[in-house]
């Protein structure tokens, strides 16, 4: 997983509320195990037309909104089903972060296992930044100081510190599981010499 620190991007912005997971990604591109390639697919019936032609006034096929790393979204954002395409697909696509005043549990957790910061922000704060995105201005994200910083503004944020470790460091869990391997094999020893019979083909 890339290590996340800080980012600066025009954010884009999409403020619909309880955008779903079958938004976010259809369940006709949930076949793949492979967490490249979805990204042409994100927001798929919102971005294209019956005929697959990209939709012009869809905010993520215009200028410079196909570039944006981060997304303002509409509140529940990631509601629905559990499925872990829908940051593959974001990440893929290049958003590495998202701002909304709120999320759907299973969603903000899976953001965070795939490198993805998913940032809470009162309404009142999202309008402020929205005016950025409109005026098609950069923002900056720095997670080591919790901060957004829109031009001589700063916006503070909470972030859990073990997930802000994992973001910083890049662990997901396949990851923190081999910071432990020594621990691991320590115990598969002392677990083989007690009880020899369960290592037996």
Same mark, same amino acid.
């Given at each position: 997983?890339?290590?996340?620190?800080?980012?600066?991007?025009?954010?884009?912005?999409?403020?619909?509320?309880?955008?779903?997971?079958?938004?976010?990604?259809?369940?006709?591109?949930? !076949?793949? %195990? $492979?967490?490249?390639?979805?990204?042409?697919?994100?927001?798929? =019936?919102?971005?294209? @037309?019956?005929? *697959?032609?990209?939709?012009?006034?869809?905010?993520?096929?215009?200028?410079?909104?196909?570039?944006?790393?981060?997304?303002?979204?509409?509140?529940?954002?990631?509601?629905?089903?559990?499925?872990?395409?829908?940051?593959?697909?974001?990440?893929?696509?290049?958003?590495?972060?998202?701002?909304?005043?709120?999320?759907?549990?299973?969603?903000?957790?899976?953001?965070?296992?795939?490198?993805?910061?998913?940032?809470?922000?009162?309404? !009142?704060? %999202? $309008?402020?930044?929205?005016?950025?995105?409109?005026?098609?201005? =950069?923002?900056?994200? @720095?997670?080591? *100081?919790?901060?957004?910083?829109?031009?001589?503004?700063?916006?503070?944020?909470?972030?859990?510190?073990?997930?802000?470790?994992?973001?910083?460091?890049?662990?997901?869990?396949?990851?923190?599981?081999?910071?432990?391997?020594?621990?691991?094999?320590?115990?598969?020893?002392?677990?083989?010499?007690?009880?020899?019979?369960?290592?037996?083909?």
């Amino acid at each position: 997983m890339q290590k996340f620190n800080s980012l600066k991007s025009i954010p884009a912005y999409l403020l619909i509320v309880n955008i779903d997971t079958d938004m976010i990604i259809p369940k006709q591109f949930l !076949k793949t %195990i $492979k967490r490249t390639g979805l990204g042409k697919n994100l927001f798929f =019936e919102m971005r294209y @037309d019956d005929n *697959g032609k990209e939709i012009e006034d869809f905010i993520l096929n215009t200028e410079p909104y196909r570039n944006s790393k981060i997304l303002i979204a509409g509140k529940n954002f990631g509601c629905g089903s559990s499925r872990e395409h829908a940051p593959w697909a974001l990440l893929d696509f290049g958003i590495t972060c998202v701002i909304s005043s709120s999320y759907a549990d299973i969603f903000y957790s899976n953001c965070f296992k795939n490198g993805i910061l998913p940032i809470i922000l009162e309404e !009142k704060k %999202i $309008k402020e930044l929205l005016e950025y995105s409109k005026r098609k201005e =950069e923002i900056s994200i @720095d997670l080591e *100081g919790e901060k957004i910083i829109y031009g001589n503004n700063e916006l503070k944020f909470n972030i859990d510190p073990f997930k802000k470790k994992c973001l910083l460091e890049g662990l997901d869990d396949i990851a923190l599981s081999l910071e432990k391997s020594k621990k691991i094999t320590s115990f598969e020893k002392y677990l083989k010499d007690k009880k020899p019979w369960i290592f037996n083909d």
